[in-house]
């Protein structure tokens, strides 16, 4: 099973300041075919269902405000939040999706400085 | 607009089994494969299988094999998952999600509570 490992658990960021999540896939993820790597990344706000914010590690959903953004490839991944607003609160996942058992990150929770 | 509905919140006692369903609308079913996701209460998400609605090929977590089904009935685009034998470990929010290359679209979820 590729282990998806996130850093750091929790992190606290002023408004207006960047927040930066690392995700670490114990193996490759990029389909050298395809040049897709296949890692999402999501935002769970509490009694919510997870919401994607973006595809194919850099790809952002429809509607997903721009200080979003997600880079890397391979077995390295960040996903960026340039301007942090108070509705960005909330805990993120990395997901890759390469191969079965598709597996999760254990969750970055964003609060408020 | 896209959309999957959820059937609502079970109780069920050791042993037992759920069906939870997963109604869809906004789209073409074949199309999109669905995924069904658990979280147990305070916890990560955990990917429990996935099934073509396409073809109707199924690929199972390994530790769920042998306990969950997952079917779909394409005449009303609804996606079903099946989990047999409960235990008080199952007790978790259930959630399906369209496949498009990650998991594009959620339900709203489906609380399952096991307890004597």
């Known amino acids: 099973d590729i282990v998806m490992t996130q850093s750091p658990d929790s992190l606290a960021v002023s408004l207006g300041e960047r927040a930066t999540i690392n995700c670490k896939s114990s193996?490759?993820?990029?389909?050298?075919?395809?040049?897709?790597?296949?890692l999402g990344w999501y935002q769970q706000k509490p009694g919510q269902p997870p919401k994607l914010l973006i595809n194919?590690?850099?790809t952002r959903e429809s509607g997903v405000p721009d200080r979003f953004s997600g880079s890397g490839s391979g077995t390295d991944f960040t996903l960026t939040i340039s301007s942090l607003q108070a509705e960005d609160v909330a805990v993120y996942y990395c997901q890759q999706y390469y191969s079965t058992p598709w597996t999760f990150g254990q969750g970055t929770k964003v609060e408020i400085k | 607009q896209v959309q999957l509905v959820q059937s609502g919140a079970e109780v069920k006692k050791p042993g037992a089994s759920v069906t939870v369903s997963c109604k869809t609308s906004?789209?073409?079913?074949?199309?999109?494969?669905i995924s069904w996701v658990r979280q147990a209460p305070g916890q990560g998400l955990e990917w429990m299988g996935w099934i073509s609605t396409y073809n109707g090929n199924t690929n199972y977590a390994q530790r769920l094999r042998g306990r969950v089904t997952m079917t779909t009935d394409t005449s009303t685009s609804t996606a079903y998952m099946d989990l047999r034998n409960l235990r008080s470990d199952d007790t978790a929010v259930y959630y399906c999600?369209?496949?498009?290359?990650?998991?594009?679209?959620w339900g709203q979820g489906t609380t399952v509570t096991v307890s004597s």
């Open positions: 193996q490759n993820v990029l389909d050298s075919s395809s040049n897709k790597n296949f």
């Open positions: 999600a369209r496949v498009g290359g990650a998991m594009d679209v």
């Open positions: 194919w590690s850099s």
């Open positions: 906004g789209y073409n079913f074949a199309n999109y494969g």
